[in-house]
């Protein structure tokens, strides 16, 4: 299965900041490359899918880029309601797997 | 967008079943391939099957094929998941999404609220 491995695994911004989540995947998947955002005691809401696409609805601070192996979820300007979990997740093959997750804390 | 409502989690011993539903509202559920996805309690996110629009093709992870089933009933808009010989692995917050395309780019949206399936004795 490909794994996918996102750092870090926790960080701690505060409001204003520029944050930078990274994904790597196993293997060579292209663009097919989804991140997900969750809050505690919700689902998860897509942000980005097709590795920069920003899904309708999502603040243009968020952004996604890379491709093969390496990508990069970037918040331009941390705001309150940011502050989450965030998951990649590949869709190149089956089994689809997500990063292990990224907790974005306040500082 | 759309809305999903997952029902029939809850608390089963170890080899017991379970059968976890979801119904859509909102968008065109026949049309739609649809998905399970889980989280353990603390734990990240685990795609666990896929159905077809017409419910003639399935996919599953590995950890349940043998074990679970995915079904559909596009009159009622549903999707299902039974769970048989179910292990204390397999506790988790079960949740349904639809399976959004666009060429070959796959990606979840929207998802249900959960049901939560605890196997424990």
């Known amino acids: 299965d490909m794994q996918m491995t996102q750092s870090p695994s926790s960080l701690s911004a505060s409001v204003g900041d520029r944050v930078t989540i990274t994904c790597r995947a196993s293997?060579?998947?292209?663009?097919?490359l989804n991140w997900y955002q969750q809050k505690p005691g919700k689902a998860p809401k897509v942000l980005i899918y097709?590795?920069?696409s920003l899904h309708s609805g999502v603040p243009s601070r968020f952004s996604g880029s890379g491709s093969g192996t390496d990508f990069t979820l970037t918040i331009s300007s941390l705001q309150p309601e940011d502050f989450a979990t965030y998951y990649c997740?590949?869709?190149?093959?089956?089994?689809?797997?997500f990063g292990q997750g990224t907790k974005v804390e306040f500082k | 967008e759309g809305q999903l409502v997952e029902s029939g989690g809850g608390l089963v011993q170890p080899g017991g079943s379970l059968r976890l539903s979801c119904v859509a509202t909102?968008?065109?559920?026949?049309?739609?391939?649809m998905s399970w996805v889980r989280q353990a309690p603390g734990k990240g996110l685990e795609w666990v099957a896929n159905?077809?629009?017409?419910?003639?093709?399935?996919d599953y992870v590995d950890s349940v094929k043998g074990r679970f089933t995915v079904s559909r009933d596009n009159a009622k808009k549903s999707l299902y998941l039974q769970m048989n010989s179910l292990r204390v692995e397999d506790t988790a917050v079960y949740y349904c999404?639809?399976?959004?395309?666009?060429?070959?780019?796959?990606?979840?949206?929207?998802w249900g609220q959960g049901t939560l399936v605890t196997v424990s004795s």
């Open positions: 999404a639809r399976r959004n395309r666009w060429y070959r780019y796959n990606w979840f949206d929207p």
């Open positions: 909102g968008f065109s559920f026949s049309s739609s391939w």
């Open positions: 159905i077809k629009e017409d419910g003639t093709e399935k």
């Open positions: 293997q060579d998947i292209s663009s097919y």
């Open positions: 097709a590795t920069s």
């Open positions: 997740q590949q869709n190149y093959g089956t089994p689809w797997t």
